[in-house]
């Protein structure tokens, strides 16, 4: 095996491990590889202080490995929905409570601190900000990761998060390339199809990545999903699709920056042509790097499978070499070792989950959480002993495989308890049963408002029927959509509806304020939300 060869393809690679210390395996990749970049998931993060460790210890043993450049170490940091880091960092707004503020500014201060604190933690690398336009109300992978269903919009908010994050010196990602907002498959679990005409994935999908990319985009993240409009060969994802990445991405819109693939570990590859075909295959497309982000078998089958197709000249030479240019020269643009403090333990900076980010993003929420409706007054509602309000909400569980199951917690419950210590809360289970429905309806005759979250309801499911039958009892009822703004179309009787966007803290909190009158909130939906359920 050429020794150069394998260094080179070990610096196109972007691999991810359990545990939050470094692992033998991953040590083992980069010295014996020069494995380039490393994804870091919620498994990875503990309290600020361990993650600055782990990205210190990462960067040493690439340092001792000789690798001429730092390691690029990445994670997807959106916010909102989506969000690796934990406990003593800032819990910033995701994209569509970002565009139900209206104000692309707010795009670039979260964008902007995001990256100030993503980089004191030794993280350099950011696979944010998601450009796709979400324009399907079913579709169950984007949703609230995206700024709106507008490619206006999406252009203009992606680009000023993108700018923020650049400015703070951490390196960025456009995804999911072509466009993944009009799917209703999530390619975690299969194989997605767009098959829009070329004119429209021209006018929608595809001007918020024109647009970023004539604004100086760093990377671009492929999408696992089939266009039938550019890819003629049937069932070939846009990630392993030369007309995809070569034709339209390098050669329409010129983008020279690093294109990167999205985890070859997804079922759309992996249960597929499988992860290291899939990594060759994403090579010889015009992938400048391999994303498999968890298990180390794949990882090195990838890696040994993209040598041998080199050595075999399945692979040509030129092209690993174009790829290792475009990686380094991107490298050398945002990391040196010179600024990184290795021989010590270096303190988490103050910034990190500062008073000032706190208060920045606490008014952000303020200006992106949503009143969709208020018919007949009920908000805001009495906070006094003798107005009875009952609160009903699932158990909460993620919607989606990209979520860290860590934060599938909600704290609703204690923001309402907070402001009115006699609120009674009730916490069903998720789907919640027959018999918890009966109960809770009969139960909710006897108070002055019912106050029920829900968490991406669906058409006949039994988050929908449960809002019917307490309306049926009790018709003073304010739903919170804690998720997807697209619940009220399930529920077009209630007469107060509140969208949050995502069920972090400070976000509920801003509900419970504005359904109490303490705080005025100012969002406008950045959604359509169809009339009635056939719409949708």
Known sequence: MDTAIKKKVGQLMVFGFYGKEVTQEIKTLIRDY???????????????????????????????????????????????????????????PGAMLLGATNNPENAYKIGNATGKELKALGINWNLSPVLDVNNNPKNPVIGVRSFGETPENVSEFGQELMKGMQRSGVMTTLKHFPGHGDTNIDSHLDLPIIDHDLERLQNVELKPFKDCISNGADAVMTAHV???????????????????????????????????????????????????????????????????????????????????????????????????????????????????????????????????????ATE???????????????????????????????????????????????????CIKEIHQSAIVVQLSNPPTKEEMEVVSQQAKAFDTVIVATLSAQA??????????IYEANNRVIVVATRSPYDLAYLPNVPGYICTYEFTTPALKMAASAIYGRETVEGRLPVSIPQNISQI
């Open 226 to 360: 089939y266009f039938p409009a550019i890819e003629s060969r049937k069932g070939v994802p846009a990630t392993l699709s030369d007309k995809v990445i070569t034709g339209l991405l390098r050669d329409d819109l010129h983008f020279d920056g690093v294109v990167t693939t999205d985890c070859m570990e997804m079922n759309a590859i992996s249960e597929t042509i499988g992860t290291p075909k899939g990594a060759v295959e994403a090579i010889k497309a015009g992938a400048d790097l391999i994303m498999v982000s968890h298990s180390y078998e794949p990882q090195i089958n990838s890696l040994e499978a993209v040598i041998r197709a080199v050595e075999t000249g399945e692979i040509p030479l030129e092209q690993i070499n174009s790829a290792h240019n475009r990686v380094e020269k991107l490298k050398e643009k945002y990391l040196d070792w010179n600024d990184l403090q290795l021989d010590k333990y270096i303190k988490v900076p103050e910034l990190v989950g500062c008073k000032e980010h706190h208060e920045m």
């Open 460 to 469: 006949g499911s039994s988050q929908t029927k449960l809002v019917e039958k």
């Open 34 to 92: 020069h494995l380039g970049s490393i994804i870091l998931f919620g498994r990875n993060i503990g309290t600020p202080e361990e993650v600055l460790k782990l990205t210190i210890e990462l960067q040493k043993e690439a340092k001792e490995a000789g690798h001429k450049h730092p390691l690029l170490i990445c994670t997807d940091q959106e916010n909102g929905a989506v969000r690796r880091l934990g406990d003593g960092t800032t819990v910033f």
């Open 364 to 414: 952000i929420y303020r200006q992106g959480v949503t009143i969709v409706k208020n018919e007949e007054s009920i908000l805001p509602i009495e906070g006094d002993v003798n107005h009875r309000v009952l609160l009903v909400y699932p158990e909460n569980t993620s919607t989606m495989a990209v979520e860290d199951k860590r934060y599938s917690t909600f704290s609703l419950g204690e």
